[in-house]
């Protein structure tokens, strides 16, 4: 599995908002497809997010949640991997297919961050 350092990423924590609201666009129902300019926007904030929580050490050494917190980085890793992702030349619906799969990851992601780092940072010492 590739890690990235997690020093510098724990330095600037991301945007809750922002990430919920990409999360959001991306996931919202549609009566049809949005312009390939939009899912390909859409997509390019949710990879930046997902890289940026995929920075930050989980503990996936732990025992307990430690197998699940691994699975989901290979899967993370091989969405992000480039043949899988849609080539211009694909259709938009293959797009928009990796959108939604990029925003389920992330807020995978944003929850396992909110369980063990925002969650700390709110706590009173």
């Not at 211009?88 to 929850?111: E, M, Q, V």
Request: one cysteine or more.
């Amino acid at each position: 599995m590739n890690r990235r350092p997690t020093a510098p990423a724990e330095a600037r924590p991301p945007d809750l908002d922002t990430v919920q609201r990409e999360i959001d666009h991306a996931l919202s129902r549609r009566a049809g497809l949005p312009p390939r300019s939009v899912i390909d926007a859409g997509t390019h904030a949710l990879v930046h997010h997902l890289r940026q929580f995929m920075d930050f050490d989980f503990g996936e050494d732990d025992e307990e949640c430690g197998a699940a917190v691994r699975a989901l980085y290979r899967v993370a890793d091989r969405n992000l991997d480039v043949p899988v992702r849609p080539v211009a030349a694909k259709g938009d619906s293959d797009a928009y297919t990796y959108w939604h799969t990029i925003a389920n990851l992330t807020a995978a992601f944003r929850d396992l961050y909110t369980t063990c780092y925002h969650a700390e940072q709110e706590t009173p010492t």
